[in-house]
């Protein structure tokens, strides 16, 4: 096999939920441009439609499809499934990428985000769908690769599963301590518990010959105030936050016979902040 041939998709079928979001569509587009066809699922089925259009026009229309799909609901993931099987007979790369990532704002999460007076309704509604959504998937399209000779599911972490989130990057001025925002439990919770499973189902399916990886992204830049950016990218070795294209070619790796050796890991890509 030759160097790039490892990379090569050609003829699978991958999977993405969530796909319809700000990273969603930069790991179809790494999957469809390494040959697979790109399926961009999201709860939001017309701005998957939408996503699904804009990267036809550059991978091919036939190479690129959208569907409607709910990670939450079990009803919703099997319609999906059969649809896809219905039309490709086979799927076999999920990428797990769907979650609530609640953006901490002084003026809106101030009273929810910190933990004394976290709601329970948050906490359920943010699992459901950053982990709960991630095991039925991975039952349905997981448990049908390990049934049918193999594939390869990636789960979309965060930095935020490595280490503690650092609280003082989120402070506001003039703000008493009670009311300063914070990034909330549930991220933290829920990306460390994706990793988890990420080994579990990798040592579990592992004859099978589906391969679980975590890929833990630090964060993208996407015009944040100037006085959040530079705190944070204080703590960044690189001294900047990623692209948002940055992840494409761990996706492809990962997703691909280049990592066939490796199962169970977490890859974390996060311009060196968490080695500092
Ligand atoms: N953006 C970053 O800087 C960053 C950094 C580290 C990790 N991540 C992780 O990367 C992943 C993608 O992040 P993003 O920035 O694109 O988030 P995003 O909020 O832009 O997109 C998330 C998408 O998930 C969809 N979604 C929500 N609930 C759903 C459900 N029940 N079923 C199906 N889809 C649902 C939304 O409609 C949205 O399109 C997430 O897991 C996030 O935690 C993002």
């Known amino acids: ?31 469809a441009h390494a040959g697979a066809i790109a399926v961009v699922t999201d709860v939001n089925g017309a701005a998957a439609e939408d996503v699904a259009v804009r990267l036809g026009k550059e991978f091919g229309a036939d190479r690129v499809v959208a569907l409607p799909m709910d ?5 919703s993931i099997a319609r999906t499934r059969e649809s896809l099987l219905k039309r490709f007979g086979r799927v076999d790369i999920l990428v797990n990428n769907a979650a609530i990532d609640p953006k901490v704002k002084a003026d809106s999460l101030v009273e929810t985000s910190r933990f004394e007076h976290f709601p329970l309704e948050q906490w359920d509604f943010q699992i459901r769908v950053g982990l709960t959504g991630a095991l039925l998937c991975s039952q349905a399209f997981g448990g049908w690769m390990a049934a049918n000779g193999g594939g390869v ?38 990306k460390t518990g994706l990793v988890g499973l990420t080994r579990y189902l990798a040592t579990y399916w592992a004859d099978k010959k589906v391969r679980v990886n975590a890929l833990s992204p630090g964060g993208v830049y996407v015009n944040q105030p100037e006085s959040f950016v530079q705190k944070l990218t204080n703590l960044i070795p690189l001294g900047r936050m990623a692209r948002r294209d940055e992840y494409r070619g761990t996706v492809q790796f990962l997703c691909s016979e280049a990592s066939s050796y490796m199962t169970g890991q977490n890859i974390v890509v996060d311009g060196g902040r968490s080695v500092w």
Not at 1 to 21: N, R, S
Request: hydrophobic fraction near 40%; charged fraction near 20%; glycine fraction near 10%.
């Open 1 to 31: 096999m030759t160097y790039h041939a490892q990379f090569d998709l050609t003829g699978k079928v991958a999977l993405v939920t969530g796909g319809a979001g700000l990273l969603g569509p930069e790991h179809a587009a790494a999957l």
């Open 71 to 75: 990670v939450t609901d079990s009803g």
């Open 153 to 190: 599911i990636l789960n979309i972490a965060s930095d935020l599963s490595v280490f503690a989130p650092d609280q003082r990057i989120y402070r506001k001025d003039g703000l008493p301590e009670d009311r300063q925002p914070v990034k909330p439990v549930t991220y933290s919770i829920i």
